[in-house]
């Protein structure tokens, strides 16, 4: 059961890593720090939207449409922390205590 405690921590801490990847570059290309137009940057964005759209696309259908403001982020984010420490606090669990 440690296992399956400890591939899931790593599972959410990867996750956590991706989406503030994603954040972050998205923040860099919105204030023209970055340009989509060159190849490696337009790789990185485009892989790492395809890899988050699954978890986005969900979310995106329960909140109110805002115009040019993607809120979508920032919920799967709370979510995931929110999963996070729900893994953590219930550590015990998996080392049956």
């Not at 490696?40 to 699954?54: C, K, S, T």
């Amino acid at each position: 059961m440690i296992t399956l405690f400890q591939a899931l921590n790593l599972i959410l801490d990867i996750v956590w890593f991706i989406m503030i990847a994603h954040i972050i570059l998205s923040w860099l290309i919105n204030f023209q720090v970055l340009n989509i137009r060159q190849p490696l940057v337009a790789q990185i964005w485009y892989g790492l939207n395809n890899l988050l759209e699954p978890i986005y696309a969900p979310i995106r259908r329960f909140l109110p449409n805002t115009a040019g403001l993607d809120l979508a982020p920032l919920v799967a984010f709370i979510i995931l922390i929110i999963a996070q420490r729900a893994l953590i606090n219930n550590a015990g669990f998996f080392y049956g205590y």
